[in-house]
């Protein structure tokens, strides 16, 4: 039943992009273990070294601690080829909280403390129930929509970065460490060193286009924000 009500809410809302990214065993941990570099080959790589423009956002973006901003996404279904659009809200605070909320076309919550997730749909009618899906942040180590949308480029760890513009980069992770992402596209703006749009192009051929507007960096974020207690009435579900 529920993977029945999953699959028709699928490719609907960032949320439940990220959702399905967070709990399938998509996500990949960008943060590598003590083992990454040991290797002679590894250890003799002069270091990646961002365009300049992308050392001036990831500083902007680290300095400032927290990003707001409004979201409009589109996401391509390969499979379906059947285009969806959603809006809603997001709050990043550095260096591990987030929250994308949806308001349309289905509202829903994709909240992360630091220690734990939790994706929350609320009821479709009144005699429902909410359904809530948690996950440990153990199991949640990385996720690469987020770090690019919170400044982080991670050419320390593997990414290849290409200046398809003045404006336009292209972002390609490692294989193993893509977490389903073949490759990203993001757009800056140059005079104020804000990111206004992130494309991930997936394995499988589907497609997320992220635009942010109303950007704010730096504002107070009260950690309530990050803070998830369901409501009356909703039921977790187990995978």
Known sequence: MFQKWFQSKCGKSIAL????????????????????YLNAYAAEKP???LPKLLQEVESKYRNSGTVIADFAQTNFNKITSQTTESKGKLFIKRPSKVRWETFSPDPNLLIGDGKMFWYYTP????DEKGQVIEKPASQVQSQLASSLLSGTFLVDQGMNVETKDARTFILTPKREQS???A??????DPKKKLIHQVILEHLGGNRTDIILTNIQLGKTVNNDLFVFTP?????RVEE
């Open 231 to 235: 409501p009356p009435n909703t039921e």
């Open 183 to 188: 490759r990203a596209t993001i757009q800056v």
């Open 123 to 126: 009821p479709f009618d009144k």
């Open 179 to 181: 977490g389903g992402v």
């Open 47 to 49: 270091p990646k070294k």
């Open 17 to 36: 992009i990220l959702a399905f990214v967070l709990f399938n065993g998509l996500v990949v941990d960008f943060v590598y273990g003590p083992h990454a």
